[in-house]
């Protein structure tokens, strides 16, 4: 039976990528005088792909990366006043409210205090940005534990796993990220459920083999985890195996 | 009897501050031609300030405001070039080798694995430069469990002492910062070892009188800290309370 249900933040239980979409068409408008608009992504994602071991995932490094961006593609002419309203940018991404993902919480409140499973966000990102998000959510308490990570890989879901005295057999994470929430889960012997998010950013995107190769369980939406999770506990108490 | 010895990272284990100051000094050079250097000192404390909330403790939120600062005291005259070196001092600090306290290794040595402690360090920042840091600085292994946290106050500490399964007063923190890692360590009612260091960021200073009315046990240097725990520990013995 599984005992730990596991669910990701950014764009499973509140709307994330939305926000970084806004500030690169802002980025866009702001650099057509210099460059295409297609340039402006390719610099951009190449800037916080080499940022990212140092930066990490969220808003602070991209701002940086922005502004990294914007003067190179200018070659150095873009204003003191460009720049700072991209600083701004980052600073209305860091207050914007959090907006939560249409029936989240019912399913949050299904398993919030349950006898038979522990519930716990795993997210990724800033470490203050994310607490902000979450205090905003008002989920806090709906989750016997928070873990904010640097990056989500195999080891990292086999720790948490084993922090809060569970098989990763005994562990399900639910996301919106192949990359992220679903292959390196599946990687570590744990149960995974895919909800497919309407934009994904580049860097979480995988190859189709990848996935070809895994038996990807999907919820429609997050209001659809409850009935996808009660499935998978007969199939488990049915001795099968089969995640179809 | 002490079951948990817990240390600070930043200018206990390595140095910092050094890092941020060396960024001071060539921002106030940077900007000289406008304001003077107090100015600069003050208003970039002012932007860390206001930016706390939502950027955290670390360097990239640093680098933001050092790019805020210089825009706004140079009434957005500051080149694009100037505020692309300000991003790349940033890289450079985050990207800076881990330069270990001197004693710090021995100390530690002596308590990983320990029969007796369990040995945590506590550190905050930004969660993947503070992964950086103890990553270089070798030490990731000499340690039953490492916590990176956005605040270091009492709700944090007493947080990190009941995952450990310890109480308050089976433990021991070890830091140079009396705001963040003596005063809420002793609100909480663990014992606090403070270890000055060479520098103090202005946001780290506490009020004389919160000092002098606290019992503070110091250690000249962290080679000083084994003896200054054997003494505690003969105190608890001894039944006495007096931490002299």
């Known amino acids: 039976m599984y005992k730990l249900i596991a669910f990701d933040g950014d764009d499973t239980l509140w709307h994330n990528e939305p926000l970084f979409r806004q500030a690169h068409v802002q980025l866009r408008e702001m650099l057509g005088h210099y460059v295409d608009p297609e340039q402006v992504d390719d610099r951009l994602y190449q800037a916080e792909l080499a940022n990212l071991s140092i930066y990490g995932y969220g808003v602070t490094g991209f701002t940086l990366s922005m502004i990294e961006t914007a003067i190179e593609l200018s070659d150095g002419k873009i204003s003191a006043e460009d720049i700072h309203k991209l600083a701004e940018t ?3 991404m860091l ?3 959090t907006r939560i ?7 949050l409140r299904q398993y919030a205090n349950h006898p038979k499973y522990k519930v716990v966000l795993i997210t990724k990102g800033d470490l203050i940005a994310q607490q902000l998000k979450i205090e905003r959510s008002g989920f806090e308490d709906l989750f016997d534990g928070i873990e904010i990570v640097s990056e989500k890989d195999s080891l990292t879901y086999r720790n948490i796993f084993g ?3 569970v098989e990763a057999e005994e562990a399900i994470m639910i996301g919106n990220s192949m990359k992220s929430d679903v292959l390196p889960v599946l990687a570590c012997g744990a149960t995974a459920i895919h909800i497919p998010y309407e934009i994904t950013w580049v860097h979480e995107m995988v190859d189709q083999t990848e996935i070809e190769n895994a038996s990807i369980i999907t ?3 997050i209001a659809h985890v409850p009935q996808v999770i009660e499935k998978l506990e007969q199939e488990k108490t049915s001795g099968s195996m089969e995640h179809v």
């Open 90 to 92: 980052g600073k209305s």
């Open 219 to 221: 919820a429609e939406s």
């Open 101 to 107: 993902i249409e029936g989240a919480e019912a399913v």
């Open 163 to 165: 922090r809060y005295g």
């Open 95 to 97: 207050r914007a409210p």
